[in-house]
């Protein structure tokens, strides 16, 4: 069964880059989609950005260019990166999986608190 | 504000039925048939419940039954129990993005 693992940073200080790996064990990271979703503290759940294996990619427009998502398949891994982050995007970012033509998210990893504060 | 619109929290006693909303426009939940409910328990990840409206991934309980009519999806469970008590989102595919719902506190009393 498929396992997914966020690692990164805990806290980012304001206008720096908030920098994430999703590593995907168990399981190939070719022919799926792969998904960032967020969860402001208390809140309810924001898709930020998927990618399919190949490279191709597409973002929630709400984040207004600030995200690049990207993937490293020789590890079996995908990032994110947000750029002039704020207190807004403090969250728990989850990392998800999609299947080919399927529209819902079957596995995730157990998300990561990200903090952004001076 | 969340895309997708959701009350805030339901209630009920173990063994009855409880339905949670879900209202979106006619560019998402009404547009397409790609619905999808998650079940979170608190600090974990969000579970897959229900997917494409009315579909029960293997290993998720014949209690947890959903629907879709017009703009407004539902998601009902049956014969509550308690270790049904989490936060309950809906999810709708809609032009190459996805949005959610604010989610469902769902109580056993």
């Known amino acids: 069964q498929v396992q997914l693992q966020e690692s990164g940073p805990g806290l980012v200080k304001p206008s720096e880059t908030l920098s994430l790996t999703c590593t995907v064990s168990g399981g190939s990271i070719s022919n799926y989609f792969w998904s960032w979703i967020r969860q402001s503290p208390g809140k309810g759940l924001e898709w930020v950005a998927y990618?399919?294996?190949?490279?191709?990619?597409n973002y929630n427009p709400s984040l207004k260019s600030r995200a690049t998502i990207s993937i490293d398949t020789s590890k079996n891994q995908f990032s994110l990166k947000v750029k002039s982050v704020t207190a807004a995007d403090t969250a728990v970012y989850f990392c998800a999986r999609r299947d080919y033509s399927r529209y819902y998210f079957d596995s995730w990893g157990q998300g990561t608190l990200v903090t952004v504060s001076s | 504000q969340s895309a997708l619109t959701q009350p805030a929290s339901v209630s009920g006693s173990p063994g009855q039925s409880i339905t949670i909303s879900c209202t979106g426009t006619?560019?998402?939940?009404?547009?397409?048939?790609?619905v999808s409910w998650y079940q979170q328990l608190p600090g974990q990840a969000p579970k897959l419940m229900v997917y494409e409206v009315n579909n029960r991934p293997s290993g998720v309980s014949h209690r947890f039954s959903a629907s879709k009519s017009g703009n407004t999806a539902s998601l009902t469970i049956s014969g509550l129990q308690a270790e049904d008590e989490a936060d309950y989102y809906c999810s709708s595919y809609t032009n190459s993005i996805w949005v959610f719902g604010g989610g469902t506190k769902l109580t056993v009393l």
């Open positions: 990618l399919y294996y190949t490279g191709s990619t």
């Open positions: 006619s560019s998402d939940v009404a547009a397409y048939n790609y």
